[in-house]
T-cell receptor, first 115, second 111 residues
Framework: DAGVIQSPRHEVTEMGQEVTLRCKPI?????LFWYRQTMMRGLELLIY????????DSGMPEDRFSAKMPNASFSTLKIQPSEPRDSAVYFC?????????????FGSGTRLTVV | RKEVEQDPGPFNVPEGATVAFNCTYS??????FFWYRQDCRKEPKLLMS???SGNEDGRFTAQLNRASQYISLLIRDSKLSDSATYLC????????????FGKGTKLSVIP
């Protein structure tokens, strides 16, 4: 099992540019989550999907952020236009369903720096 | 009040020491509880679930006090490899799949 795969691992971009983060969940996992981690705010849930359908996007900070899951094996998080305050580590996680005992499996994250 | 609160530390302890971390949560309807571990510049990884009756996994013991809305993690005989940030995690309510994370407690085990 390859685990949750995220790309790129690091991204440095200029303010105003579009940024696309990618995630491949573990095969068979019905839930996919996007989190953002900063020193100030810790880990924050941005959005999550169940069977490719967005369930709760209340954590998405602004209209500049959008997420899609076109199929069970791929999701993207897009920021357009990017701003310096978007600099953070973005994690994707997946779970097989009822997470009463197993929690989530996280990808290695994308470290985004907007200059 | 934040949903999940932890002492940020850092806790600096010598090898072999016993150390305890505490966590409080605000939603009394919370159903599931976990401790995650996060190494520097790595992703969070599940350390253990926390059960109402308390549970132990080797040197690690987790306890839950629903009345006080309090979770604890005890590490005995600390190893250098235990140095990490420990995240208290709560699922807010039945049917919710949103793990809510505390900001973490940093542990440094010193030789």
């Amino acid at each position: 099992d390859a685990g949750v795969i995220q790309s790129p691992r690091h991204e440095v971009t200029e303010m105003g540019q579009e940024v696309t983060l990618r995630c491949k969940p573990i095969s068979g996992h019905d839930y996919l989550f996007w989190y953002r981690q900063t020193m100030m705010r810790g880990l924050e849930l941005l959005i999550y999907f169940n069977n490719n359908v967005p369930i709760d996007d209340s954590g998405m900070p602004e209209d500049r952020f959008s997420a899609k899951m076109p199929n069970a094996s791929f999701s993207t998080l897009k920021i357009q236009p990017s701003e310096p305050r978007d600099s953070a580590v973005y994690f994707c996680a997946s779970s097989p369903g009822q997470v009463t005992n197993y929690g989530y499996t996280f990808g290695s994250g994308t470290r985004l720096t907007v200059v | 009040r934040k949903e999940v609160e932890q002492d940020p530390g850092p806790f600096n302890v010598p090898e072999g020491a016993t150390v305890a971390f505490n966590c409080t949560y605000s939603n009394s309807a919370s159903q599931s509880f976990f401790w995650y571990r996060q190494d520097c510049r790595k992703e969070p990884k599940l350390l253990m679930s926390v059960y109402s009756s308390g549970n132990e996994d080797g040197r690690f013991t987790a306890q839950l006090n629903r009345a006080s809305q309090y979770i604890s993690l005890l590490i005995r005989d600390s190893k250098l490899s235990d140095s990490a940030t420990y995240l208290c995690v709560v699922i807010p309510g039945a049917g919710s799949y949103q793990l809510t994370f505390g900001k973490g407690t940093k542990l440094s085990v010193i030789p």
